[in-house]
T-cell receptor, first 118, second 112 residues
Framework: AQSVTQLDSQVPVFEEAPVELRCNYS??????LFWYVQYPNQGLQLLLK??????LVKGINGFEAEFNKSQTSFHLRKPSVHISDTAEYFC????????????????FGQGTILTVHP | EAGVTQSPTHLIKTRGQQATLRCSPI?????VYWYQQALGLGLQFLLW???????NRGNFPPRFSGRQFPNYSSELNVNALELEDSALYLC???????????FGPGTRLTVL
């Protein structure tokens, strides 16, 4: 079964500082990787995705992530955060070739709460 | 283009009652997924429907069930509600197996 580990449950940073949110996943032959953001009392919004191709993926709101197959990691980065980036961030994985209980679904990490202080 | 919609926004029930949650996917998406986001438990996969059929279900008891209609909208039914069923229920749709899923705003279910 797939698993995703987000290494930090909470990350406090000051405005305009850089940030990295860490994500590791269980190894598989091929995976699709995603980062979602959830603002309070809202659903999930897709930030970026890795399906294939370039390992550096750029997303919305200035976020980017790098797929590292050897490290089985997909860390999310932003060079300069804003107050409005305060939210919970979820890393997720799917295996398009999986069967059984992993068939078709997204497996999420536990989430990282990013708090940006002025 | 309209996104995924869910209704109702909030639902309050008492223990033992039944709850029905509804979801309309993005136009052209045939797959609908349901997830439970309970406090302290993260996002847990509940059910996946595609082309009217249940394709996969998560580790939830049979009192969690649902269906998908010919227009690809979906219902999630929770019978014999328990206090621990209180959670945000998120619906998502997708056009590509294993690809990105687009989420609705959720239904907040409170069981008293």
């Amino acid at each position: 079964a797939q698993s995703v580990t987000q290494l930090d449950s909470q990350v406090p940073v000051f405005e305009e500082a850089p940030v990295e949110l860490r994500c590791n996943y269980s190894s598989s032959v091929s995976v699709y990787l995603f980062w979602y953001v959830q603002y309070p009392n809202q659903g999930l919004q897709l930030l970026l995705k890795y399906l294939s191709g370039s390992t550096l993926v750029k997303g919305i709101n200035g976020f980017e992530a790098e797929f590292n197959k050897s490290q089985t990691s997909f860390h999310l980065r932003k060079p300069s955060v804003h107050i409005s980036d305060t939210a919970e961030y979820f890393c997720a994985v799917s295996d398009p070739h999986a069967g059984g209980t992993s068939y078709g679904k997204l497996t999420f990490g536990q989430g990282t709460i990013l708090t940006v202080h002025p | 283009e309209a996104g995924v919609t869910q209704s109702p926004t909030h639902l309050i029930k008492t223990r033992g009652q039944q709850a029905t949650l509804r979801c309309s996917p993005i136009s052209g998406h045939t797959s609908v997924y349901w997830y439970q986001q309970a406090l302290g438990l993260g996002l847990q996969f509940l059910l996946w429907y595609d082309e009217g059929e249940e394709r996969n279900r998560g580790n939830f008891p049979p009192r969690f069930s649902g269906r998908q209609f010919p227009n690809y909208s979906s219902e999630l039914n929770v019978n014999a509600l328990e206090l621990e069923d209180s959670a945000l229920y998120l619906c998502a749709s997708s056009a590509l197996l294993g690809g990105e899923q687009f989420f609705g705003p959720g239904t907040r279910l409170t069981v008293l």
